[in-house]
Structure formats: C-alpha cells, structure tokens
C-alpha cells in the first residue's frame, strides 16, 4: 500500500454561507477605504417581492373579460378629498420624484416627455423645478422637501399637485448627499450653495417636528395655492399603519408609500439593504389604515418601490393600491445600464445591470450625472419615447392580467384574485398561500 | 386703511383677499383685527402691500412672503416667515420655532426674542433678532445674514454652509464646523445696514461674526466625530 493510497482524503472547499464573496469584498473594500460604500440604486438584496405572488385567472367560478375586444379602463384620479383640482391620470402609473442634479438636464426632459404622451404624471426632486420639466410635464408634482432647493411659491404654484416628502423608502429616516463632482453651476445656484462642495438634504422638515405639526403646514400650503392642488404625502415604508393613518389625520390627499426596493441617487449601501420594509409588506398594512378610518378610494394610496413591470402594477393594485410609481424602472426605460455602455462601465469597474454609482457622476449613459459630454448621451425626443413605450406596455400588461380575471377597471382588481408562492408573500400580502385557503395571521379555515 | 376681522370672515377670505392685491391696487395698507393665534396669516404675498396683524398669530405667519410688509403687534408662533423669497416681517413681540427657517430673501425683524431653530436653513434671508435665540440656530445655513443683539443658545450655526452670524451678547456654543471669523470693513458695512433697516439701536463694532469654517464641505472620513 502505497503512501497514496492512505491520504486521507479532503473534504470539499465550501464556502461559508456567512462570510460570502460579496460580503468579503466589502470587509476588504472598508479596510482599505475605512469609509462605508455610498452608491445609488435601491436595495439589491432579495425580499419577499411581488414575484412572489400569483393571479387567479378566471375560469368557472370567475368569468373572464375578451382581450383585446372588451374594455378595462385604466384612468385614476388622485387627490379627490380636499383639492379643488384633482389630478386626472390615463394611466395608474407615474414617475417618482427624482431631482435634477442627482439626474441630467435631458434626461429629466425625458422623463416628463414620456409621462406626458402616456398622459400621466410626473414628479420633480430635491433641487426644485426646472424650467423644462415644468414645460415639458402635462402634469407635474412639486416635491416639499426638507431641503428646501430650490423652493419658491411661485413654482408651488405652477405644480398640478403638492407631494410632501417625509420619508423615502431606499432611505426612511435618513438625508441624501449629493458628492461635490456632481455640483455644476446650475445646480449650485438652484440649491444656493457653492459649486463643487457636498450638499447634504437633511433628513427632516426644518419648521415641523410631528403629525400636529403637518396639519398645520398643510394649511398653509393649501392656503398659498388656493386649495387647488392635491396634497400628497409620502413616506417611507417602515410602519405603514400608523404612518398612513397619521397622514390622514393631517389632512391628505393622497398617500404615497415607498417600500425598501425603493431607489435613490446615493446613500449608504447598509441604509439601502438594512432599512425599511420589503414593498410588498407595506401594502396591506396601509390599505387597512385607510379601510379603519373609512376613506380608501376617497384619500388615494400610491405605491412605489420596485415597480418592473405590468403585473406588479395589477398586484400592487389588487391589494388596494390607487395607483403606483416608478423611479428605476424608468431610468432603466430611458437607457440607464443599457449593454451599449458595457465597455465603458468595465472601464469604471462594474457591469451593466449592476453600475449604481450614480453619485460619482460617471454615469456612461448621461442620465445619472451633470458632466456635459456625457449628457449629449441622452436624446430627450428619443429617450422620452422609450419611456412612454414602456409605460403603455407595463399598462396593457395589467389590462390583460385584469381582464383575465374578470375587471373591467384595474382597480377592480382585490386580494381574491391572487395567491401566494411562498409563506412569507403570503402573510406580508394577506393571501392565501396557492392551493390553500390559509394565509399566516389568518385564524381558522 | 382696509380692515379685515378674521374671526368674522375666516382665514380662506384672508388670504385670497390679499394674494388678490396686484401691484396696481390703492389697498395697500391692512390691518387684521381678531387674529386670535389663527395659523397661517398673510400667507403667500406677492405684492408690495403692507399688512398689519394686530395681536398674536399662530404657525405660518406671512410664510412664502414675496414683496408684501407684514408687520405682527403681538408675538408670533413657530415658522414665521418660512421660506420668505423678499419682502419685510416685522414681529413686535417674541417669535416661537424655527422662525424664517429657509428663508431665500427678505428682512425678518424680530423686536423681542426667539427661540431654538431660528433662521434654520436659511438660503439667502436676513434675520435681526432684538433679544435672545434659543438652541440649534442657523442650523445648516446657507446664505444671508442672522443678527443676534442679545444672547445665542446652544450651536449655532451647527454645519453651516456660507451664511453669515453676527451675535452682539454671548454664544453658549457653536456647532460643528462654526467659528468665530474677523469682522472686516465689509461686515461692519452689511451689519450697519442691517441694523438700521431693523431700527435696532446698537453699534456694529460691538458684535462678533461667526460662520463656517468650511472644514466639513467635503465628506471625510478622519472628520467622522464632527457629523
């Protein structure tokens, strides 16, 4: 027998489940930095998410509507409570607040070109309004920020609708900090600070400290506009119960609920993947909030946090939402992290489908930066093509989700329609795990 | 002089009355009667009128100003003068929270004191507080000026950007990245003008200017026991 023969033999090499590749990585990137990662994007990490759920489609007990032949309507109006001028959408799918200077001139022109040939609603961002989002939006919101960039009344009053912002779901609870490269000369002006130092938007509203407070803000915002224009208030998506119904009881008129798969222009990586809730969690909660006090429909919920596609539209809606909003996606619509720049983002270290340094300001397809060479990338005409391209696809996606299930309106859609893959989609959805009639928190059967 | 009684005619015929007056009105003076500590009064202006509220008001007071000089005969609630594009808010009495919190221009006067958060955010107003402020003034300042005749509070001017304080009693304490600075010729000239616009009988040499010492512009990690 030879010395061969009695090796004992090795185990396989496993790695360990604990000390990953990625999460080594970031102990070596923070060793050799000593600073945390800062990136944009929302949270990378898998939750329970929308994909996680299943429609019902009809068949006996269910009758079904013809694609293509009988119709679903698809309009929403938000904002029916108080606002003499309720904001009236084609569609139940908006763009999220996104600022110029964490975006590009053009494509924040692109954004509201494509909202507005898919004739709905798009959303300004800490920095203000620019003079070409406003004439090339139909329908704009005008965000209250805590930073105040940017803020006057007459540009409060140019705006189809008020959203103050009190939380954002990549970051409840936390400020923004947009890097000093990004900081031109237009958007030191706009923010009135020097060019080329880090502007912080803090994390909090200067001038009010709790929900007694907001009311009052309120007022006075209804009071500077007329009470023409909705009041939106959003928030991030930690404790969509109490949030929503303190919304409520401050007077708005619409909700606006950001889950964790929210993005944002830059924040801290363990914000973005340690903080707030999965989308999908705060849905319920929120519809409930507003059923306890007797006003869903009447005050509107908008959804926003990782919205991709038709059927997370139709989902967030069948479980109660008025509408929903994308960031991202429409981002990625426009031509964020599109193959054609694989090169460059190798250049920069990434990949496409993976760049979410957005806050160097290197951003290959000109849309996540104010560096002028790379913003001749964007084509506001064509850009905003794509945009509305895509809005009317994620729409005809749900029409035909909801008309398989029997609706001749999207917002016909409820919880009955779906079931859930898994045991967390389902308690966090309140919807009977698939094949059962049981969901976790339900009693009995 | 038009008088307009609050309590009689309600806060929505207030504020449209006087968002209505347009640079060609020949009512330009009001006086509001039976303010009661009402919240948001004389809010939005945007004409050069002159607006006189006799006794207290609640939050709001002539937030968003633009143009218009409206002047309180009594003490005012929290947010004052919030975010003030230009114009003139007189407060003849004290001033609650966060009083011209990010105010973009204009001139706040405050005859009494004010409390914690006074000028917060601030974007380019000019403040002059007759007595004390309280903690956490001038918090992220951007731009403009705070006058203090009296005593600061506790860190003023905390993670100030290019805003200018000139505080004539004592600071209990700056915040991060607040200094004391040289009061040079120029400052002498912008804080004479200040108080005079103000009718604050004091002498600018008798006050002390403070404002960012710019260490804090740029994130850096060595710096994290200053955030």
Redesign the interface.
Known sequence: MSDQDTKIPRTEPIQSATFTNPINAEIRRAAA???YDIRGGGAKRKVPHFDDLLFLGASVSRYPLEGYREKCETKVTLGTRFAKKPIELDIPITIAGMSFGALSGPAKEALGRGASAAGTSTTTGDGGMTPEERGHSSKLVYQYLP??YG???DD?RKADAIEIVVGQGAKPGGGG?L??QKISDRVAHM????KG??Q?S?CRH???TGPD?LE??I??LR?????QVPIYIKVGGTRPYYDTALAVKAGADVVVLDGMQGGTAATQDVFIEHVGLPTLACIRPAVQALQDLGVHREVQLVVSGGIRTGADVAKAMALGADAVAVGTAALIALGDNDPKWESEYQKLGTTTGAYDDWHEGMDPAGITTQDPELMKRVDPVEAGRRLRNYLKVMTLEAQTIARACGHNHLHNLEPEDLCALTMEAAAMARVPLAGTDWYPGKAGF | MQTYDLEANG??GL??TL?EQNGGTNKTAWEIVNAKGS??IA??L?SPIEVTVKGST???CA??N?QATVRVEGSVG??VA??M?SGTVIVEGDAS??AG??G?GGLLVIKGNASS?CG??M??IDIVVHGNIGHMCA??A??GNLVVLGDAGDALGD?C??ARFFVRGSVKSLGADCIEKEMRPEHIAILKDLLARAGADAKPEEFKRYGSARQL???D??NAQAY
Request: hydrophobic content about 35%.
């Open positions: 930095t000593g600073i930073s105040r803020m006057n009344p409060l900090m890097l000093g923010r009135t600070l020097p130092i880090d912080r803090a200067p001038d009010w407070d009052i803000k007022l006075e009071e500077i506009t007329d009470w | 806060l929505r504020n449209s968002q919240h948001a809010v939005g945007n609640g939050y709001y937030g968003m633009q929290p947010g919030e975010n594009m929270q966060y919190a990010t973009h958060r917060i955010s974007k380019g918090f992220m951007q731009a993670s950007y290019e512009y740029n994130f990690v060595d």
